[in-house]
């Protein structure tokens, strides 16, 4: 498949897929961008194959196999594209076979990604915050470090900073969707946070639980700002360009958290999102951030280690 197929093909999943990561992406420059939208295209590929899903909505298409056989596709397909071998195979993994080539991501890394999809299989349940961790670190923290690899950082410390903003990135998501994933019966708030608010997983539904549910919403959004934080730190390590597209998401993403506790309590709440003047106005400081870059910014502990 020629590149400009590729290229179109990535950019239609990213602009159904993520609202809020598109419009930042369309801050790099060409060449990052294109690598940036392909990495994204096979991870949102491998997102709805599990999920029986397409582009994260509830539209399902028709997949008989069991869930474990389609990880062990996904496994193959994505082992052949590091090999090269990708005619015959969906798109996203022509645009992975590309991004592998052209930025050296290691296959360990897109290994981690799809064990990531494998707990959601197994319906793995956290027990505490880091337990947690290592999930928001598989579906998120490693997509963080790739897209960094991207942008061409190899400082192992930079790419500590990446993995914190993906885990900043999930626990944020998973704060604003605790009911829906619940509705699908999904949980991933830590369990002893559910003891703690005297919940059952049941309860997370019921509207009269509203503002128990609340709580536990609004704790992981507070467990997101320290990764937020020392995920500001990496930033000024990127090149311009792109830290003006990751500032940019930073904003964003932490916005859906802010304004997620600021609306409160909500017996049916509504998925959060950010508006365009919300996004324009995220752009302005993604831009400002850059300009500040080389500061004196505290440079804090890393939270928390990801595999090496």
């Known amino acids: 498949m020629s590149q400009p197929d590729l290229a179109a093909i990535s950019a239609a999943s990213i602009a159904k897929g993520s609202k809020s990561f598109a419009a930042a992406s369309r801050l790099f420059d060409r060449e990052t961008r294109l690598s940036v939208v392909m990495l994204y295209a096979w991870c949102r590929h491998c997102d709805d194959v599990v999920d029986g899903q397409e582009a994260g909505s509830a539209a399902r298409h028709l997949d008989e196999r069991p869930a474990h056989e389609r990880i062990a596709a996904l496994r193959a397909d994505t082992e052949a594209a590091f090999e090269g071998r990708t005619q015959g195979l969906h798109p996203a993994f022509a645009a992975l076979a590309e991004v592998v080539r052209r930025h050296g991501i290691p296959r360990t890394d897109a290994a981690e990604h799809l064990a990531g999809f494998a707990m959601d299989v197994d319906e793995e349940r956290y027990r505490t915050l880091d337990d947690l961790l290592v999930y928001c670190w598989r579906v998120a923290g490693v997509v963080g470090v790739m897209m960094a690899r991207i942008m061409g950082v190899r400082d192992e410390a930079v790419l500590d900073r990446a993995s914190d903003l993906g885990l900043a990135f999930q626990l944020t998501n998973i704060a604003r969707d605790v009911v829906d994933d619940a509705v699908a019966g999904r949980v991933y708030l830590p369990l002893d946070w559910l003891i703690q608010e005297g919940l059952d997983v049941a309860d997370l539904t019921d509207p009269r639980r509203a503002e128990a549910v609340f709580r536990l919403r609004r704790r992981l959004v507070e467990a997101a700002e320290p990764f937020y934080a020392s995920a500001r730190i990496g930033i000024d390590a990127l090149p ?48 400002a951030m850059v300009l500040r870059a080389g500061g004196t910014a505290p440079r804090s502990p890393l939270l928390w280690t990801r595999p090496r």
């Open 240 to 287: 311009r360009r792109s830290a003006w597209a990751v500032g940019t998401a930073h904003g964003v993403y932490r916005r859906i958290g802010l304004k997620l506790v600021a609306i409160g309590p909500q017996p049916r709440p509504e998925r959060v999102s950010t508006t365009t003047g919300e996004k324009i106005a995220e752009i302005g400081r993604g831009a």
